[in-house]
Each structure stands twice: as C-alpha cells, then as structure tokens.
C-alpha cells in the first residue's frame, strides 16, 4: 500500500498500524504493573544450574529482534551456548582478563572503587552454572551478497535498545540474568567462530537464581533527580509534591505524641533513637532488609541527613517530622513522593524499639490525619498487620 501520509517517498510499502486506544485507567494499571515488574529486576551473579528450556531463550531473543535500530539494519547477533565445555573455555578466558583487571592494576582505582560494593571479582564461576549464556554481538558493518561492506548506522544504541528488550524479556518470564561485560571481551569473537564485522557486547548467563542468591543493597534515584519537566517552574508543566496553595502543616498532636518538622535541632535525640533500634526499625513495616537504612553513621552523618530532610521540606519537595512524647525523640515519619505510579505519596514511620507499643498508635493516628489534611489522593503508607 502507498500512503499520502508519506509523500516523500514513492519506493516504501505502508501498512495500517492498528493499535486499541486504552482507556486512561487501564493504561495507568498496565504502566503501574509493569513498572512493578522491572523494579524487581536485578543482575544476579549466582545461578543455579537447573536447565532452563531452549525455547524460552529463543522467545527473548526473538522478544529483543523486535527492538527498534537505525536505518532498521538490526544490527546484532545473539549466540546461544548451554554446552559445558564452551561455558568452561569462555569461563577461562574471562577470568584470564579478568584477573588481570583486578589483580594487575589494568582496572582504575576509581573503577574499582565504584564497584567495591557490588562484591564482584576475578572469579566467573557463574559462566559454567548458569544453564545457558547469550552473547549478544554487534555487527559493525554489514556484509552484502557480494561481499562488500555496507555501513550500519547507530550500532551501540541498537544494540544497547536490543539488550534492555532482552533483559526485560528474560525477566518477565520469570528467569534472571546478568548484564556481564569481560573486559576486553574480544576473544568471544574467535572462541564463537564469529566473522571479523561482529564484535562482542555484551555476555549475559541466564537461568535461575541459586538458592539463598543476594544482591547488594543499592537505591535506584527517584523519579525527581531522572526527571526533568521542561519548562519548568510557573507556566511549565513542573507538578509540585503538593498544590502551592497547601499550607504544610508545622505541628501536630496524636495519642501520646507530637510531631515537629526535623531539623539539625534533633540531632542527638534522633540519633540515639534510631541507632539503639536498628533491628526494630528494620522489622518495622516500609523498611524492609533492601533499604539502606538504618545501616550504624556518625552524628556528623546523621546532622547532614537532617539538614537534608529540613532543607525537602522548605523546598516542599518532602516532609519528615520528628515524633516526639515530650522532649524525647521517640521517632520519625516521612511523607516523600512516591517512586510507584499507583500512589501520589510514600508514607513511612519508625519508633524507637523502648517505644514500640506506639508504631500501632502513630499508625492509626497518622493514616487519619493524612486523610484527612493532606491533599493526596492514593498515599501509600506500609500497613500494620494487626492495626486494623
Ligand atoms: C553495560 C553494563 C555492563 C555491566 N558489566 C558488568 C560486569 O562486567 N560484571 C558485573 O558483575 N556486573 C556488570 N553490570 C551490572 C551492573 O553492575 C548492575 O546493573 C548495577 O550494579 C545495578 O544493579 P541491578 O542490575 O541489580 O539493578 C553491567 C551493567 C551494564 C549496564
């Protein structure tokens, strides 16, 4: 079919593109969903070697071969290998360069100390345990049936689009992987037989996670420092945490306890507070083991944390009050934007282990007053189990 919606080109074929128009609330139900979905996504570096059926690949892969590319050249190859001795000859082989990374110098200190907390090392022994490994190469050039080159154009986006699809597939089907980049990966080429235009990109294993898999504790940055509204501010479309107009409250009385917006003003009480309660806050809902605090800091740390906290509320970016019975510290709450689609704002709140018989009551008394004063319409604030 010729299109006049192309009148630029007598050579293309067009055909109808043909997709149903979802209703707002549904597309917002899909979008929350998926996003749940790959915020559980994480690089494992510890298979198990349960086979994972061949077809599953092929279906990522064919998954990832629907990724845009330039000039539609689909510029990449994904080599399949779940045989052990060529798992066994890639492992070596990347621990040859590999060792030399860590253990003589060729890797940067500073690289080294960025990665320090992944816990990686020379050692690869998960490129035999994973069942299957998939490289994914990307063709520099192509080569015609006449043997001359032809230029491919945008390779590395390509086939860095192709790999985020291929991930997302693997993942959503239940399995995991590892994005792995050997360093230098160049004797993929010879040990896969591959041709001179292929270069090696990425190397992901794919299988299960091994029983009692880890993963380092790491934070993903909210939406606010990966977003940027564009015009911003007034007359932008830049929607503040809440409406201009709302006066924040600066206090307020609940059961047993009261609330005075954080500041550096509560450093030792706050400090003592949470830091005799490490174990207590970390089974307090809304702060599971994956948060990366409370992890034991200095008082210098904890000031500048309050001088952050103060500094989102003056900025009404966030609102952290300090729950106090008294003069004594006996917790926090935190109202933040939230990360999730579904919910307009994130709510959580600790008290101090000696003080756990309020976690219920601060509960209650909080979930009614943001109902009732705060603007939000879908905060999420962790449930208490027996809070009714
Ligand atoms: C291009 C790229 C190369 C990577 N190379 C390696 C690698 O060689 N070894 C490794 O253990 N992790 C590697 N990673 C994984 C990152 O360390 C990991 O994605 C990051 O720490 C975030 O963790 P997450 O994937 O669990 O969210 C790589 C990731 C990317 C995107």
Redesign the pocket.
Known sequence: MVSDQYPHTDRGEFVPYDRPRLPEAQMRERAASFYDLMAK?????TFSTDPVPKDLIETAVRTAGTSPSGAHQQPWTFVLISDPETKRRIRIAAEEEERVNYLDGRMPEDWQEE?AR?G?SWQKPYLEEAPWIVVLFEQRYGIDPDGSRRKHYYVKESV?IA?GTFIAAIHQMGLAT??????PMAFLTKLLDRPQNERPA?LFPVGYPADGTV??R?E?KPLAEILVDYPSGPGGVHRPFVPDDFAVPESFAGPGFHLEPLGPQHNERDHEAWMSSIDHIRSTPGFGPSNDWPSPMDLDANRSDLIGHARDFENRDGFTYSILDGDDVIGCVYIYPSTDPAHDAAVSSWVRATRAEMDDVVYRSLSRWLEGSWPFTAPHYAGRTDAG
């Not at 590892?178 to 360093?183: D, E, I, K, V």
């Open positions: 996504r994480r690089s494992i570096r990665i992944l990686t860095g790999a590892l994005t792995h980049t050997p360093s990425i993963v380092p790491l993903r």
